[in-house]
């Protein structure tokens, strides 16, 4: 059964520290992984990775896969109040199929 | 539209009843997807249609869960007889399915509450 999972569940640190995000994956048939924002119902697109050890960069967010330990992280620098979400990991797994992990609440307190 | 748009944003029903959600998904997307998140759980894939076929019904939690898609664009989600552990906001993706990756982009969703 593909799997995915996220860690830690919920992490709530102050305005400026850094945090990584960690997802694991256990599918049949990997093409893609992706890291979802969700503030409200729906998730926004972050970042696709496909490959091994080429990081993703979007100003404060960076994310990186590793398809030998098959892991990813997403790293915020710098985290502001509205950077607090959830954070969501899937993987694309064969026929179009997403599987998402449970998320990561994240809560940046001022 | 600019973006998937889903309908209503809320239902509140009694159990029992039936109900249908409704996704736009964006122009010239021919992939569609319908997910639901439960409180305090991933999301779950339900349904995949690419055009008008679903060759991804896997994630149907009951029969009572029917979906369906006509002219390639518009998905209607269905629950029939309605029970409280259907309470979850639905989500609606699509994507264009032109290349490989595609990335999903999602609706607002649906909030439905089973009373």
């Known amino acids: 059964e593909d799997k995915v999972v996220q860690s830690p569940l919920s992490l709530v640190v102050h305005e400026g520290d850094t945090v990584t995000l960690n997802c694991s994956y256990e599918?049949?048939?990997?093409?893609?992984l992706l890291w979802y924002k969700q503030e409200k119902k729906a998730p926004t697109f972050l970042f696709m990775l496909?490959?091994?050890?080429i990081e993703k960069k979007s100003g404060r967010l960076s994310s990186i896969l590793d398809k030998k330990e098959l892991f990813s992280i997403l790293n915020i620098t710098a985290t502001q109040t509205g950077d607090s979400a959830i954070y969501l990991c899937?993987?694309?797994?064969?026929?179009?199929?997403?599987?998402f992990g449970q998320g990561t609440r994240l809560t940046i307190n001022p | 539209g600019a973006g998937v748009s889903q309908s209503p944003s809320n239902k509140v029903t009694e159990k029992g009843k039936d109900v249908e959600l409704r996704c736009d998904p964006i122009?010239?997307?021919?992939?569609l997807y319908w997910y639901r998140q439960s409180l305090g759980q991933g999301l779950e894939f339900l349904i995949y249609?690419?055009?008008?076929?679903?060759?991804?019904k896997s994630g149907l939690p009951s029969d009572r869960f029917s979906a369906e898609r006509t002219g390639g664009s518009v998905s209607t989600l269905t629950i029939q007889r309605t029970q409280q552990e259907d309470s979850a906001v639905y989500l609606c993706?699509?994507?264009?399915?032109?290349?490989?990756?595609?990335?999903?982009?999602f609706g607002p969703g649906t909030r439905l509450t089973v009373l």
């Open positions: 993706a699509s994507s264009s399915f032109d290349r490989f990756p595609d990335t999903q982009y």
């Open positions: 599918v049949t048939n990997f093409r893609s």
């Open positions: 496909t490959s091994s050890g």
């Open positions: 249609f690419q055009g008008n076929s679903a060759p991804d």
């Open positions: 899937a993987v694309e797994s064969g026929a179009q199929k997403l599987v």
């Open positions: 122009s010239g997307h021919t992939a």
